[in-house]
Structure formats: C-alpha cells, structure tokens
C-alpha cells in the first residue's frame, strides 16, 4: 500500500489511496496563489487550476495534463507571448512538473507538520540527476518539516527565487517527501 509517494512517478498512486492527502492537495490547489509569468492574464490560472485538479483526481495523466496545459494556456494568447524567456521549449511540461511537485510536497509537509512531525525523509529517486543540488544535499536523509515548508512557501506560494535547497528544487525534480521514522 502506498500511502506516499517515494518519488514523483508514484504520486498519483499514493493519492488515489491516501485520501487525507488527496483532499489536501485539492484544497491547496484551489486557494494557493500560482506565481508564473507563462500564467498571468485572462483565465489561464483557473485552467491551471482545473487541469492540477483533474491530474490529482486521477482523472488525467501527466501526459494529458501537459497535452492540456499547451492547449488551455496558448502560448499566443498570453501578454507575455513574445518573451521566449518565458515560454521556451518544454514550458508546458516544466509548469506541469513543477506545480505537480510543488503541490504534491506542499500537502505531505503540511500532513506531517499537523500530525506533529518535526522530521521528514527524502528518499533518493532513481529517475533524478546525480549533481542536482537536491539529490546531493537532500536525497537519502532526514530534514526538517518547517524549514522545508518555509523554502517550498517562498518560492512556490511568495514567487521569490532563492537558492536553499528545497523540493522540488528545480522542474525535472523527483524527489518526495515522505514520513520519517
Ligand atoms: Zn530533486
């Protein structure tokens, strides 16, 4: 039984049977503010919206979500169409990567914090690359909920870049925070 997901691959799993966790991250998917260039304007955060919650509904996989967020959020109808900065190749699927992710982690972390864990674990991921800041100063060790939480916040919910380690670190991460114990 997979209550957590010991990497990014296996979030939908965990999440169709860990229904704690599944209402969580549907809630902070709907109310969490979604900095991001590629998604400000018309309606394009809504549609991220509810394309992250039809992903973590099992609805859709991460195939279709990407398929979908390049379809519901065209490059040409955003104020930022021009800027190859912002959309360059591959935006889709590192907007869906991260958000998963940042949502996914966001929800374990705030779990363990209400259950009143001081401690996580982050499992190493075999589909991770070995000189990410992350694989090397997370992977295979235990760390702290808040300041996890805290780093996750200020990027992901705040918008402010840094460079303290967090999960996930960067687009392709895979790692997850799991319980540790
Ligand atoms: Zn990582």
């Keep these: 039984m997979t209550q957590y997901a010991q990497d990014f691959y296996?979030?939908?799993?965990?999440?169709?049977?860990?229904?704690?966790?599944?209402?969580r991250v549907l809630e902070l998917v709907a109310n969490e503010p979604i900095p991001g260039k590629s998604i400000e304007g018309g309606n394009r955060i809504e549609s991220l919206r509810n394309i992250l919650s039809a992903f973590f509904e099992g609805e859709v996989s991460l195939q279709e979500s990407?398929?979908?967020?390049s379809e519901e959020l065209p490059r040409h109808e955003s104020q930022y169409a021009h800027n190859n900065r912002v959309f360059a190749s591959g935006w889709d699927e590192r907007l869906a990567r991260t958000q998963i992710s940042r949502f996914y982690n966001q929800a374990v972390l705030l779990t363990l914090k209400e259950h009143g864990e001081e401690e996580c674990f982050i499992p190493p991921s075999e589909h991770e690359d070995r000189d990410s800041s992350c694989t090397i100063q997370l992977a295979g060790r235990?760390?702290?909920v808040d300041s996890l939480?805290?780093?996750l916040n200020?990027?992901?919910n705040v918008g402010e870049w840094h460079d303290e380690?967090?999960?996930p670190d960067h687009p392709h991460c895979t790692h997850t925070v799991i319980p540790y114990e």
């Design 10 to 23: 296996e979030i939908p799993e965990a999440i169709k049977e860990n229904s704690e966790l599944r209402k």
């Design 66 to 69: 990407i398929q979908r967020i």
């Design 142 to 144: 235990k760390t702290d």
């Design 149 to 151: 939480l805290a780093r």
């Design 154 to 156: 200020r990027a992901y």
């Design 165 to 167: 380690v967090m999960i």
